[in-house]
């Protein structure tokens, strides 16, 4: 790992002092206690703590990590992932200096990855202000992973160190919380992680972020006795999507990409879907919440789960997660579409070239059905 020690952020977050007389708003997006899996930590709602009634007015200070597929940029205000540039994947084949970029922090096509930590004590959730010594990361050529810690400290006791783990060649990316109590007593909480994003109205150019008709664009969830379960952004205010089970993930899928929160199998997670609107652009959160932890006096404990934010590669999400490849939408096709693209691609791994691959798929397509066409004709 070559990292520099040179920020690279054009201004850091204003915070309000507790005596303002300006109110501060809340980010009602933080899951309150009655989100969370038995044991109830609580019927009170979960607030930003003092130290992180942020005002976004602009840029803020974003902490950039490199890798060779990844160009991910980390916002300390709660650690959330604000942009992550596909490095391999250019949004233009003539234009290749621009890359596909998962994550946008604001505006009508917003996505982005919150995760923290929910406590009727303390904790930081993804409105808290996190520090880090190092601002910029770049794998180095000899590294096979990156990791970029994060801490947050109320003072009293209680630590937290937010660390997300890159690796060479690939597009999950391990986050870890591990918080530390030195307190004089028990700690109980839950981890939670969740994906943001506000959409257009109008999307049926069938772009490739814009799929429109040509494939499914939504929300996602897989449980090993439901499988997939696709929930469409118009259903989520009227419907709202609650179910407990461990050995699943959460999604937000389009065309030909898609980020994943996928906690560890064998937690019972708490999945839902809520509708927040701030102003503007609604937003739709899938969120998952992880079983209650008690941290004693004086030990500590990691909490974790895996991002991926990439592309739909077949042939490697189902190794990363059991059901993965059901983001892969061929709908109605499918019977037909799995097996076709599994000899396409049998055949590109022999010419190495996916039009040459195309052509002899089409030739053995017309030999397996030359005695139907004969007889057709």
Same mark, same amino acid.
């Given at each position: 790992?070559?990292?520099?020690?040179?920020?690279?952020?054009?201004?850091?977050?204003?915070?309000?002092?507790?005596?303002?007389?300006?109110?501060?708003?809340?980010?009602?997006?933080?899951?309150?206690?009655?989100?969370?899996?038995?044991?109830?930590?609580?019927?009170?709602? *979960?607030?930003?703590?003092?130290?992180?009634?942020?005002?976004?007015?602009?840029?803020?200070?974003?902490?950039?990590?490199?890798?060779?597929?990844?160009?991910?940029?980390?916002?300390?205000?709660?650690?959330?992932?604000?942009?992550?540039?596909?490095?391999?994947?250019?949004?233009?084949?003539? *234009?290749?200096?621009?890359?596909?970029?998962?994550?946008?922090?604001?505006?009508?096509?917003?996505?982005?990855?919150?995760?923290?930590?929910?406590?009727?004590?303390?904790?930081?959730?993804?409105?808290?202000?996190?520090?880090?010594?190092?601002?910029?990361?770049?794998?180095?050529?000899?590294?096979?992973?990156?990791?970029?810690? +994060?801490?947050?400290?109320?003072?009293?006791?209680?630590?937290?160190?937010?660390?997300?783990?890159?690796?060479?060649?690939?597009?999950?990316?391990?986050?870890?919380?591990?918080?530390?109590?030195?307190?004089?007593?028990?700690?109980?909480?839950?981890?939670?992680?969740?994906?943001?994003?506000?959409?257009?109205?109008?999307?049926?150019?069938?772009?490739?972020?814009?799929?429109?008709?040509?494939?499914?664009?939504?929300?996602?969830?897989?449980?090993?006795?439901?499988?997939?379960?696709?929930?469409?952004?118009?259903?989520?205010?009227?419907?709202?999507?609650?179910?407990?089970?461990?050995?699943?993930? +959460?999604?937000?899928?389009?065309?030909?990409?898609?980020?994943?929160?996928?906690?560890?199998?064998?937690?019972?997670?708490?999945?839902?879907?809520?509708?927040?609107?701030?102003?503007?652009?609604?937003?739709?959160?899938?969120?998952?919440?992880?079983?209650?932890?008690?941290?004693?006096?004086?030990?500590?404990?990691?909490?974790?789960?895996?991002?991926?934010?990439?592309?739909?590669?077949?042939?490697?999400?189902?190794?990363?997660?059991?059901?993965?490849?059901?983001?892969?939408?061929?709908?109605?096709?499918?019977?037909?579409?799995?097996?076709?693209?599994?000899?396409?691609?049998?055949?590109?791994?022999?010419?190495?070239?996916?039009?040459?691959?195309?052509?002899?798929?089409?030739?053995?397509?017309?030999?397996?059905?030359?005695? +139907?066409?004969?007889?057709?004709?």
């Amino acid at each position: 790992v070559q990292p520099s020690t040179q920020v690279a952020s054009d201004a850091s977050a204003t915070s309000i002092p507790d005596d303002a007389s300006i109110p501060v708003p809340r980010d009602t997006s933080v899951p309150s206690a009655g989100d969370l899996p038995e044991p109830n930590l609580g019927s009170s709602r *979960v607030e930003p703590d003092t130290g992180s009634q942020a005002v976004m007015t602009g840029d803020t200070e974003l902490l950039t990590v490199t890798t060779d597929v990844l160009d991910v940029a980390i916002d300390l205000v709660g650690g959330t992932v604000v942009s992550a540039r596909l490095l391999n994947y250019p949004v233009d084949l003539e *234009v290749s200096e621009i890359k596909v970029n998962m994550f946008n922090i604001d505006g009508p096509e917003m996505l982005i990855a919150q995760s923290g930590l929910l406590s009727n004590t303390s904790a930081p959730n993804h409105t808290s202000n996190y520090s880090a010594d190092v601002m910029d990361y770049t794998l180095g050529q000899n590294a096979e992973e990156i990791r970029v810690p +994060l801490t947050w400290d109320d003072g009293n006791g209680i630590r937290v160190t937010k660390t997300f783990i890159f690796k060479r060649g690939q597009y999950e990316i391990t986050v870890r919380h591990t918080l530390s109590n030195q307190t004089g007593e028990s700690w109980s909480g839950n981890r939670y992680d969740q994906l943001q994003r506000s959409i257009l109205t109008d999307r049926d150019d069938g772009g490739f972020t814009n799929p429109g008709r040509y494939s499914f664009f939504g929300i996602g969830f897989f449980s090993p006795d439901e499988k997939f379960e696709k929930v469409d952004f118009e259903d989520v205010a009227s419907e709202p999507y609650k179910r407990s089970f461990s050995g699943g993930w +959460l999604a937000m899928v389009q065309h030909y990409f898609f980020a994943a929160w996928i906690p560890s199998a064998d937690e019972v997670n708490v999945y839902t879907t809520q509708i927040y609107s701030p102003g503007g652009f609604p937003r739709y959160i899938a969120r998952a919440v992880s079983p209650s932890v008690n941290i004693d006096a004086g030990a500590s404990h990691e909490f974790e789960s895996r991002l991926y934010v990439g592309p739909k590669l077949q042939d490697d999400i189902e190794e990363i997660a059991p059901g993965l490849g059901h983001t892969v939408n061929y709908g109605i096709f499918t019977v037909f579409s799995k097996p076709l693209f599994w000899l396409l691609s049998k055949i590109h791994s022999v010419v190495g070239n996916w039009g040459w691959a195309i052509v002899l798929l089409t030739v053995l397509i017309k030999l397996l059905f030359f005695k +139907l066409t004969e007889a057709q004709y």
